[in-house]
């Protein structure tokens, strides 16, 4: 993400010193009461352990990725979580 392809992430995260992230679901998967109940329980269970590890990560350890200009150096990159695309609660 950048200031010039993003607003939420830039002002209302990094430049707040806030832990942020950004997550795209397709609209096809939250279409229907079930879908949206699966990805809920799905982001229920797996955002505070992905919290809980990015709150780990001391700050001198983050350094350029507390701007925003690095990926964070204990999970090396973007992950994508498939546990059953269409079926979050697989």
């Known amino acids: 993400m950048t200031d010039a392809s993003d607003y939420t ?6 430049q ?10 397709r609209q096809d998967l ?3 009461e ?9 982001f229920a269970r797996l955002l505070p ?5 990015l709150v780990a990560i ?6 350029d ?7 964070p150096p204990s999970f090396g990159g973007p992950h994508v979580i498939d546990e059953g695309v269409g079926n979050p609660a697989a």
């Open 16 to 25: 707040r010193g806030l832990h942020h992230v950004a997550i795209e679901v």
């Open 49 to 53: 352990q992905a919290y809980e590890q």
């Open 34 to 42: 079930a879908g949206q109940l699966g990805w809920a329980a799905l």
């Open 9 to 14: 992430i830039p002002v209302h995260g990094e």
């Open 65 to 71: 990725h507390a701007r925003g200009l690095t990926q």
């Open 58 to 63: 001391p700050q001198a350890e983050m350094g």
């Open 30 to 32: 939250i279409g229907d």
